[in-house]
């Protein structure tokens, strides 16, 4: 009798009310994560973009803001990559097609984004690293690679292609993971997919750690790509070695008052190797509590971003009690990370490689909440409100008035969006033009019966203030 052939492993998965995973959050843990990929189709119903590409373009050309733009030659397979902050004239420059836009942290610029990370609250919030947005001109790819990290690609806008090598997980074979010489992207020599499938808006696609994997817009799209945070051995290592040096007694030294006559005195001997694993061991961090704070620091602490400074001096204490019964709010900073963790006695914060002894739920309040109110204020315990002023001090908090705040957003909601390459629609009514008030730069207007079309000739070498047409 033959024997029954196994179906191959569960790959992709519907989303269903109140399971976006397609399954429960411990069953895609169990079965799933750092194991093998998961195609979600419609993982976030009817989902809207928060951003643009126009908006992802400029932010591109801000200071501070990690940006990449890859450009595929493909008649030659030639690759281009430059790093921004870019000039607001490279974008228009650009060709419709093999092109992409990668810019990292955008969560910390666009609170929309970084609302999306609650959606991932059945993994721990410290592992998320940041929210990387790509913006992709038809056939725009950065080729086919792995990432060392676990990923949720979320397709926010357009079509992308993706190609998956999930040979490891299904068949139990490593596939090639060797990089090609000739780029200077980490790209893949050999790739061999198992897996073809478009993603639509709404549609995620979960990736283990070493899968290999080729996205290729099948027209212009934007991409979210969920990273988590997955610190090499050697990054540990060589913080934690740092943290031991720096609090070493010195006094702790290599001994041998147990010493006999060598047999040969050139030869380091294996009861000296002993001994140098005693004199490394004597500053080994035994102690839970510093072991947890070392941890706590360095997860915490951005190795890429921008650090969190404060722009102002901090009201006092008695100032914050009076702000917050008006109805101000504490905003945290958005480059804040913040984790916690329960020691020995209460519970250690941590914020942007600092660490903080409170009671459990101060701790869980303060790394919990973006936001404090006269409420969550008051249900601090005393020693909970005095490092939320430390923070305060530090730049980690900020008094933002909430009414401020909405009124900015419904001004910016009524301004009109000029974008390159698209017609404006004009809204005010002209009865007569004045031709000695055209500039030389119109080169045409005609007045037709629902409008008038103007045709404008623009300089290269003026300065465009309108930040349009940047992608």
Known sequence: MAARKSSPPLIEVAARPGQPLGMAPATFLRDFWQKRPLLIRNAFPNFQTPVQPEDLAGLACEEGVLARLIEHDKTQDGWRVRTGPFQEDVFPALPDHDWTLLVQDVDKWDPDVRALIEHFSFLPRWRMDDVMISFAATG???????????????????HRRWQIDASESIKGKQPPLGFRPDVELKLLKVFKPTHDWVLAPGDMLYLPPNVPHHGVAEDPCLTFSFGMRAPSSAELISDYLDTLIADADENIRYQDADLKVPSDPNEIDTVAMARVITALNAIRMNDPDKLGDWFGRFITTYRAAGEVIAHQAAPAQEEVVQALASGLLLQRHPWARLAWRRAKRGASLYVSGQDFALPVKDAQRLAGTEQLDAAAYRGLSDKGRAVVQQLLVGGVFQL??????????????????VVLGEVVEGRDRVDAIDADAVSDNVHSVTVHDDGIEVIVNFEDDEEDDSGAGRA
């Not at 725009?140 to 060392?148: F, K, L, N």
């Not at 933002?400 to 969006?417: K, L, T």
């Open 400 to 417: 933002i008035d909430p009414n401020e705040i909405h009124d900015a957003e419904e001004e910016d909601d009524g301004e009109d969006a």
């Open 140 to 158: 725009g790819s950065v080729g086919a690679h792995v990432d060392q990290y676990d990923v949720f690609l979320l397709q926010a806008h357009g």
